[in-house]
Antibody
Framework: EVQLVQSGAEVKKPGESLKISCMGS????????IGWVRQMPGKGLEWMGV????????RYSPSFQGQVTISADRSISTAYLQWSRLKASDTAMYYC?????????????WGQGTLVTVSS | SSELTQDPAVSVALGQTVRITCQGD??????ASWYQQKPGQAPVLVFY???SRPSGIPDRFSGSSSGNTASLTITGAQAEDEADYYC???????????FGGGTKLTVL
């Protein structure tokens, strides 16, 4: 079974750093892009960026460029999303998702989500 | 602001047909994919490309595209189809992806 398992919920203070993870299994992790998607409370889905673990090629949405860092360690089939200085506005659910590109683009499967709460 | 535009809310009577639309200039060049999200759950892929439905997705879900508009059609909507639906495609650069704002489907 192809699946992505994310790290657990986090509660942080503004200004703190954070790195959340997403481990893939059941497929060749290096051969598919892994994307990150934000969902703020009560709001829609926002594509943040994507990484290709095979060569670490990374692309960021202009809205998130410079705000977060996406990385991956293919040796342990894990992708990461990190912040150097969290803000209260980073409070959201974050999903990782396997992205297929080629004849058609699709996002599947999705991780279960990591809830990040930033509050003083 | 999203480069893909969806109606915020749509309703359908049980058993009837409903079409959820997604508009954007990039759809003239790139196909859309569609995601269903129920409260408290991660999104699920329900349709992509011109004719592709993932295994396990009922055949009442179908997709189409014309010009700058992509559509997801549910033929014979069921109570369990009540959810938020999001379209996704590449942006005009082709190097990034973007979601539509989402459509809340109510089954009456």
């Amino acid at each position: 079974e192809v699946q992505l398992v994310q790290s657990g919920a986090e509660v942080k203070k503004p200004g703190e750093s954070l790195k959340i993870s997403c481990m893939g299994s059941g497929y060749s992790f290096s051969s598919y892009w892994i994307g990150w998607v934000r969902q703020m409370p009560g709001k829609g889905l926002e594509w943040m960026g994507v990484i290709y673990p095979g060569d670490s090629d990374t692309r960021y949405s202009p809205s998130f460029q410079g705000q977060v860092t996406i990385s991956a360690d293919r040796s342990i089939s894990t992708a990461y999303l990190q912040w150097s200085r969290l803000k209260a506005s980073d409070t959201a659910m974050y999903y990782c998702v396997r992205q297929n590109t080629g004849s058609w683009d699709w996002f599947d499967p999705w991780g279960q989500g990591t809830l990040v709460t930033v509050s003083s | 602001s999203s480069e893909l535009t969806q109606d915020p809310a749509v309703s359908v009577a049980l058993g009837q047909t409903v079409r959820i639309t997604c508009q954007g200039d990039s759809l003239r060049s790139y196909d859309a994919s569609w995601y269903q999200q129920k409260p408290g759950q991660a999104p699920v892929l329900v349709f992509y490309g011109e004719t592709s439905r993932p295994s396990g997705i009922p055949d009442r879900f179908s997709g189409s595209s014309s010009g700058n508009t992509a559509s997801l059609t549910i033929t014979g909507a069921q109570a369990e189809d009540e959810a938020d639906y999001y379209c996704n495609s590449r942006d005009s650069s082709g190097n990034h992806w973007v979601f539509g704002g989402g459509t809340k489907l109510t089954v009456l």
